[in-house]
């Protein structure tokens, strides 16, 4: 019935999807098996792509030519771009989506890929033979045969809902669990951990009063996060903002008894900073308030998201903690919250490519690898796919560097240190910030894309290009163009510069701290007359690269000399049992990680600066 | 920089080059015991246990005796190395201390590169790398004074108040990190002023740090000191007074010396070291006037200067032309009137002038007490912090300039994130002195101390 796959991924969620696409669009025969094709790509916490790091990531994705930031493009109903009073490494997009929209337009794209098949049914075991993955088992009761598999399991792993003292199986509300797998792998010497995740409750939008809600709607000039020619954002939905009180605060200290969090139901580790709402009234006690975020669903429906009110509360009790917030007076619940527990593996078991060190060709990528989020996942299937495809092509394979994208951050991170909780990215976790940002993800990761011989890059290069060209033209104008305090001192004036009292070249005056090009164009209608001709997107990367300079170039230098750690190479079968001087912790640490590089094994969690000492006086450092 | 090959065995003099009551020489690894056994006439050492003292004679390839020595066997890993180790104790002259290192030479043993017998023992397990470096200050103290740092340093005093300011450093970027990835949470941002002042402190404290480098490596290396005077002042007559009871006899095979011996003076526990002493020695008539380039570059290098003349046949005005030279450099100067044995004490001497015989050792003392109180030295607290260390006094440099440009920034408004570039610098340069590099300690202290919501 199946012929054999060169990759089959399990599950269609944001890492599966991206898994899917990219394998295909190398070149693969892929199959993607879920258990529900009505739910591919399905937004199971907030409706909203990006944010603070987050919107990095999306823009990675875009320029090495996945989908979710085109889909997103297509399907948002609000822009914003955070950040922008910080410098421009904080600049993030983010965006609410349709939630229907965005799960209907991904699984169009992945249909529209003629190198995709899709199956729906539950896999319950890999099949593995002499150490290499060959396909999977179906609860059905078919064997699929492949070259590779990718498992994207997200929280369906023996998920368990729960709902104050009330818990079933399910991986998303209404949807079932799935089993063997964990058990299967485990089996094979995986080790497995569990995690848990929330969300809030939804809210039907026609019984919430916004006229006495705060307002936060969409920027005047909505971006996008694709470097393609998608459509522009027209008509903008608001989200809304409300506060707990003390009064909130005090029914749902009422549902504590009855909290399987705090009952100790809930094992799994959650994550400290997307807590639960009883989980910030008791860890945080003297806070009188928490802010919520009210996110529309869609175009099309009233149902809204109540963002900040996490809870597993019994429903009644957050029936009556929502209708006590200002606004929600006659609210009426779609339903109510719930927290979901789910197998994971630690990350740590993989290599940079996320394969499994123990089983070859089987890749995880998404929840399953301890992250949260759409999109840390859906980096990480797009790396998975990518890797999958040139493993069984027995080609070179392909890791970001930390200094190359947030995605090479998260999966570094993921494979050296583990989780303990679901990770999240932050700004803070990448050393060389102000080189990771959205504005010049194209610039970092198409060249990429394009040598790998990824499908599309070849055109993405040709816009790459043209706005390398355009920063040339622009850094060319600015070094040989002065202005005279005549043209200048006015607009210094008004921001409380220093004035001029002679010509100086613009390079220099951009430099200055809250001179931009938006203010200089008003006061130089030469330089307004050359950048009316660019693209507005180049104009704000040539900006940031000459503006920044300075900082851009001590943090490549900074990257350079911690990349020579990256260059002194470990042999795989390195016998660590032979450095007496390793501590112990590192030298199981070490053993178990098998790190590529000194690099590597100095980001290994346990193993300390003198253990890196001893491996570099040993490798004749 | 080391020989990977762990498999050799290698040996030096570990007492100080020169004469002395007895000298000791260490070998280690794994020939150690079994080539020293060849030459010992007594106990049979390979048999014996670690721990064991054995009294006998050392013999030559000829079976002629070069001395009769006390040998401590140390078994593995139960040494100094963690390798088999014998310590051999022989009467300290430097003929016989020469005679056995060229025995072991000549029999397959390498000699030990500077550091080595603690590059094994840290290899070997034996130390960790911070007591490596204090165990390497401990070793090159000179005096009583350096010695005191050193062991202050051993005990960690150094390296915590360096992680102090470390974890304050880190407690200032969380604020910063928190308020930049946690922008849309409704969390209260870090008070600009108060950062300002906090980094202030930081700054401070780093700078005390940087000064008392000052200190440290003059305590560490010596004063650098340099004789200068026209030909026929004596300055040669003057070096060897000076050095007369100080004097060490440097080994004279290549690179059996530990150290090359400087020539030193030792005062109260405060090293002065003659640079360009060969210039001295070789050239006497070469010197025409200060203008030389060499002798600015002494000058230059040093921390003081003895001017010498000859009080006798003065040429007042090339003597005072001298010293205003001098005086435009800067360096502290002591001004010596050599030869009073001949000229008396001529009232024409100037009073500051220190009058002196280098020949018949008049008024060293005074000399000597001049040469003391002119360094800062005596006037440091000894009870704070001193970096004597010069990659620390690097690391601490860098640090400091990223401080100053996290307040400039703060000043000028650059925005949170590429304020916590040079906050994050600067924690580099600091956990370099320690060892310590993380981006996670950052992430740990938000989560442990703020309340984030979402």
Redo the contacts between chains.
Sequence with gaps: MFPEYDVIVVGAGHAGSEAASSAANMGSKVLLITMNMQNIAQMSCNPAMG???KGQIIREIDALGGYSGIITDHTMIQFRM??L???P??WSPRAQSDRHEFSNLWRKTLELQENIDFWQDMVTGIIVKNGVAKGVYTQLGVQIKSKSVILTNGTFLNGIIHIGEKQFGGGRIQERAAKGLTEQLVELGFEAGRMKTGTPPRIDGRTINYKVLEEQPGDKNPKRFSFTNTPELEKQISCHITYTDTKVHDILKTGFLKSPMFTGRIQGVGP????SIED?IE??SS?DS??LFIEPEGRNTYEVYL??FSSSLPEDVQYKAVRNLKGFENAKMFRPGYAIEYDYFPPTQLTHTLETKRVKNLFFAGQINGTTGYEEAAGQGLIAGINAHLKINKRDSFVLKRDEAYIGVLIDDLIN?GTDEPYRM????A?Y??LLRQDNADIRLTPLAHALGVKGAEERMIKVNEKLNTEQEIRTYLNQTSVTPAEINKLFESISSSPLTQKVKLNKILLR??INFNKLRRALPDLDMLLNDYNEDYIEYSEISIK?EG?IK??KE?ANKMNRLEEIKIHPDFDYHK????SYEGREKLIKIKPDTIGQA?RI?GVS??DI??LL??M?R | M?N?NLDNTIVALSTPPGSGAIGVIRLSGKNSIKVTNRFFLGADIEKSEGYTVHFGKLLNENNDIIDEVIINVFKSPKSYT?EDLVEISCHGSSYIINEILRLFLRNDVQIAQPGEFT?RS?????M???QAEAVADLISSKTKISHDIAMKQLKGGFSSEIKKLREQLIDFASLI?LE???????IEFADRTELKELVKIILSLVNNLIDSYKYGNVLKNGVPTVIIGRPNAGKSTLLNTLLNEERAIVSDIEGTTRDTIEEELNIDGIIFRFIDTAGIRESKDKIESLGIEKTMKSIKDSSLVIYIYDAHKVNKEEVEMDINELRISNTPTLIVANKIDISGYSPNIPIDHIKISAKNKDNIQELKTKIYNSTIINKIDMSGIIVTNERHYKLLQESKKSLLNVISGLN???????I??DI??ST?SLGEIT???S??D??GN??GKF????
């Design positions: 944010g603070v790091a955070l950040n009073s910080k410098g490494a904080m400290r900073y997307c807590p910030k860890r945080f806070k928490h802010q963002n900040g240190k932050f700004t803070s976790r050393e910030r102000i701290p809250h920044y900082y001590k943090e900074m450095l007496q001087s390793l100095s969690s600066p003198s000492s001893v006086i040993f004749g | 080391y990977q963690g590059m840290f290899v070997n397990g034996k960790d790398l911070s990190e930049l990835d946690f922008s849309e949470e409704d000028t408004q650059v925005p949170a994130d590429l916590a570039m994050r610098q580099i060892g310590t590099i981006t996670d950052l992430l938000i989560f309340c984030i919501g979402k």
